[in-house]
């Protein structure tokens, strides 16, 4: 890291910070490890350097390196201090939390919350081929906290695994806001800002129409080298014939159900009016279904307050209004992921939909925990004291061995994988509830039936379905 030569040293004090080492170099400066130490915590510290136009004086200021570098400098540092600003003003747990920013050393200063854990790409490495299930898990929080910055009226406009980092608890947040600007009106000009691949063809040039459908190709051409391991061709080279081959044709065969390959293709349109306009509208095809997304919002009351989840309104779903504590919901989410694996977080979701406590919604969600005392064991850490409805050592349905003389595991997988093609990785879940009421297969698939929402499509397949059983 050449630019760590300019770097301030350890032990180097700017205000409460002391700097402790340098954790990387970029185009715009450096990020330290750095301690509060009025309160004993690790953070980030960002700061502008661009070695290109500037360097640090014997008195560590950091000044351009010519007359002529002045302005760009100046324009740099606006930038980056455009960039805080901005990241201040979001409260959400899939983007970077930046807690103060300020001016020191003739530059700017920008303290972030520490995020332990591994760039994507470095996290992916040792993982790949990643299941549909893990990579929702991952999408599924991004797309959450994307649709927060779109409804302040902000583009981030360079999402791409360089900056997208993943925490130690599995949990990704997204880097690095310098490139993001707020749009004020449809046509506003906007600086070109191109990462070859992930950068949409209207970010080539200033004049381009870019909007939240910016943002969905970058992040669609994130899944799409997830999935693939290869970057999408970039987009000025897909103007005149699109070229970029379909990622289902790249991905194995049968690894992923049809319409979320279709979701990522669809994200990955070269024309913007092609592509899905708003968040909501990917995330409903790309997680299996409206059904799995949970519209809500992170907001903070009072200065220094935590985040808190908003769940909507009752409507027609059922959602009840209240407020969830954000910090519990995750524990919740977190601890039931230890029973069930990565589709933890679309039953959490979902369940937390309808539950009027963190009691209630843990008691929800503990049903999908095998064997009694396990469940009992999990519901305990979250009741708080609070009665429940029903003894929670029992299970919502008949004992998990009844499914198993019932039906075959052979017999189970097909319906899932039938199922998934129509609702995503919830699939497996709602076969197993099923499976504890159906008396036979045909049965089975009458009832699972029930969660496809297009009714041509749900005709088909219980003809289809049923048909198949009558043969076996």
């Known amino acids: 890291m050449p630019e760590?030569?300019?770097?301030?040293?350890?032990?180097?004090a700017l205000h409460e910070y002391r700097i402790e080492s340098v954790l990387g170099t970029g185009g715009f400066g450096l990020t330290y490890l750095a301690t509060d130490s009025n309160l004993s915590l690790k953070v980030a510290l960002k700061e502008y350097l661009p070695a290109d136009v500037a360097a640090r004086g014997e008195d560590s200021t950091v000044q351009p390196r010519t007359d002529d570098a002045t302005d760009t400098f100046q324009w740099g540092l606006q930038r980056f201090l455009d960039e805080a600003r901005t990241l201040a003003s979001f409260r959400h747990p899939s983007i970077v939390r930046?807690?103060?920013?300020?001016?020191?050393?003739?530059?700017?200063?920008?303290?972030?919350?520490?995020?332990?854990g591994q760039p994507l790409y470095e996290w992916i490495a040792t993982r790949r081929p990643l299941p549909q299930a893990a990579l929702q898990a991952v999408a599924g929080p991004l797309l959450d906290g994307l649709e927060v910055i779109h409804?302040?009226?902000?583009l981030h406009r360079d999402i791409k695994p360089a900056n997208i980092f993943v925490r130690n608890d599995g949990t990704p947040v997204l880097l690095d806001f310098g490139s993001a600007r707020q749009?004020?009106?449809?046509?506003?000009?906007?600086?070109?800002?191109?990462?070859p691949g992930y950068a949409p063809l209207e970010q080539y040039h200033a004049h381009g129409r870019q909007g939240p459908w910016s943002d969905l190709y970058a992040l669609g051409g994130v899944l799409y080298w997830?999935?693939?391991?290869?970057?999408?061709?970039?987009?000025?080279?897909?103007?005149r014939e699109d070229?970029?081959?379909p990622v289902a044709s790249v991905a194995g065969a049968g690894a992923y159900a049809p319409e979320f390959l279709e979701a990522i293709d669809w994200a990955l349109k070269p024309e913007e009016d092609r592509r899905p306009q708003s968040v909501d509208a990917f995330r409903s095809r790309l997680m299996g279904g409206a059904g799995l997304a949970v519209p809500e919002r992170i907001v903070t009351v009072g200065a220094g307050a935590a985040p808190t989840r908003i769940v909507?309104?009752?409507?027609?779903?059922g959602m009840t209004g209240v407020v969830l504590d954000r910090e519990q919901v995750k524990r919740v989410e977190s601890e039931i992921a230890r029973h069930i694996g990565p589709i933890a977080a679309v039953i959490v979701r979902n369940a937390a939909k309808r539950a009027l406590s963190i009691a209630a919604l843990a008691e929800a969600v503990a049903k999908e925990i095998v064997g009694e005392k396990a469940?009992?064991?999990f519901v305990r850490k979250f009741s708080g004291g609070e009665s429940s409805s029903r003894p929670v050592s029992q299970p919502a349905s008949v004992p998990e061995r009844s499914v198993s003389e019932k039906f075959s595991s052979d017999v189970l997988q097909k319906a899932e994988a039938a199922l998934a093609l129509h609702i995503g990785a919830i699939a497996r879940v709602v076969v197993r509830r099923a499976a504890a009421k159906a008396r036979d297969e045909a049965e089975l698939y009458l009832l699972i039936a029930d969660e496809i929402r297009d009714p041509a499509e749900r005709k088909n397949f219980v003809r289809k379905a049923v048909s198949a059983s009558g043969r076996r």
């Open 98 to 116: 930046v807690m103060r920013f300020f001016e020191a050393n003739r530059t700017g200063y920008m303290v972030m919350e520490f995020v332990e």
């Open 243 to 245: 070229i970029l081959a």
């Open 4 to 12: 760590a030569a300019h770097a301030l040293p350890p032990g180097y």
């Open 375 to 377: 469940r009992a064991a």
């Open 183 to 195: 749009l004020t009106g449809g046509n506003q000009e906007l600086t070109a800002i191109v990462s």
């Open 226 to 239: 997830m999935v693939t391991g290869n970057r999408p061709i970039e987009a000025a080279a897909r103007v």
């Open 151 to 154: 409804r302040a009226g902000f």
């Open 312 to 317: 909507p309104a009752p409507d027609s779903a």
